[in-house]
């Protein structure tokens, strides 16, 4: 048989709740970084789409589909994020744990 013990004034609960927390903090940093990477490829490939079209080299149109490509990629890790996020939300709100706020 195992026993857990805990430390004065730590419950399972609160444990389950720092845990929780830095899961939200985890996310909220994994949200920001997509968001600024996400910024910084949209710039890329403004620059690479105000270019004239004639003066590309082969080089520049391949550079420009990389970077969206990229792009995509960084959406759709934002998108995933965002409804894993908002999937959890609605678990807390149907098991009436939600965040007081």
Known sequence: MVTV??????????????????ILDLHRVQELNLEEKQWQLDQELRGYMNREETLKTAADRQAE???LRKLVDVINQRDALIRLQEDRRLSELALGTGAQG
């Open 5 to 22: 013990a805990h430390g004065p004034g730590s419950s399972p609960s609160g444990t389950l709740e720092s845990s929780a927390s830095a």
């Open 65 to 67: 589909d990389q970077v």
